[in-house]
């Protein structure tokens, strides 16, 4: 089966490749950003042309939380109309869509597990386009897998795990935010499931959820980096009224893997466990 991987140069294409590389599956391909520009019909419909892909995996995202706020048209030309013309790429070429989406679609202020099944509403300007992005594909492609994730972390990239080992080093004391919970997501395993589901064959299309397993603050997370790394940091709990930011996020945010996990006999790993690898292979 021949995968085309758009965004491939970002974290989640970059952990794409180094699971692609150990499973040793080598019909897949990294367009450069210029050949795989999801703002750009044309050349989208050219590379499929060309490559002729059975997947399409869309790594592609406005992922600035805060700067979204600021850069609505931008966010959400990339997020709504970059997911609508790669949904149109992949039905006019024959392509099935793996799309990466978030549980930003959600307010986040519901203490249980969330399903796909439950109503969605975002609180921020990067949550609402995604889900514009989730609903576009949804109306014009049948053939799609669309992949909410929360606190995706790796090697790869600018993210929470390496933000707070670079902390760690500089500072001796850091406030972390303490009350808002969810599911940390380590960028590796999620590329290994998006494979598992290509593997499979299955037609088992809509809207699926993963994360790792288990729930946690910002605050214990944080905890968790230097706790594993061995990093001597005095951490302070920092409430959500206390560390303004431009967009809202949700106070509450865990998603239910029931779906995934039975529809395609994925296997999910603990949280603290996963970190621990990404750890040791960063420091």
Same mark, same amino acid.
């Given at each position: ?62 992922? =600035?939380? !805060?700067? +979204?706020?600021?850069?609505? $048209? @931008?966010?959400?030309?990339?997020? &709504? ?105 380590? =960028?590796? !395993?999620? +590329?290994?499931?998006?494979? $598992? @589901?290509?593997?499979?064959?299955? &037609? ?80």
């Amino acid at each position: 089966m021949k995968i085309v991987v758009l965004g491939g140069s970002g974290q989640l294409g970059s952990c794409l490749k180094k699971v692609s590389t150990e499973r040793n599956i080598t019909d897949i391909s990294f367009p450069t950003e210029e050949a795989g520009n999801i703002l750009d019909i044309e050349a989208l419909e050219t590379l499929l042309a060309h490559e002729k892909p059975e997947y399409v995996i869309n790594c592609a995202a406005y992922t =600035a939380v !805060d700067k +979204a706020e600021d850069d609505q $048209d @931008i966010c959400r030309k990339v997020n &709504r109309d970059g997911a609508a013309n790669v949904a149109a790429a992949c039905k006019k070429h024959g392509a099935a869509l793996v799309h990466i989406s978030t549980d930003f679609v959600f307010k986040g202020n519901v203490t249980g597990l969330l399903s796909e099944a439950d109503s969605t509403e975002p609180e921020n300007i990067y949550g609402l386009t995604k889900l514009e992005g989730e609903i576009a594909i949804a109306e014009m492609l049948p053939e799609h897998f669309i992949l909410r994730t929360s606190w995706l972390y790796s090697e790869y990239g600018n993210n929470f795990v390496k933000t707070m080992l670079r902390l760690g080093r500089e500072r001796d004391q850091l406030g972390v935010i303490v009350d808002q919970v969810g599911s940390p997501t380590y =960028a590796i !395993d999620l +590329a290994g499931a998006i494979l $598992d @589901i290509i593997e499979s064959g299955s &037609r088992a299309y809509g809207i699926y959820h993963y994360s790792n397993e288990g729930v946690t603050s910002w605050y214990d997370f944080a905890k968790a980096v230097f706790d594993i790394s061995e990093t001597p940091v005095t951490l302070v709990p920092v409430k959500t009224s206390e560390y303004i930011t431009k967009a809202v996020r949700p106070a509450y945010s865990v998603m239910d893997k029931t779906k995934i996990k039975s529809a395609f006999g994925i296997s999910i790993p603990y949280w603290r466990d996963s970190l621990g690898i990404c750890i040791n292979r960063l420091v």
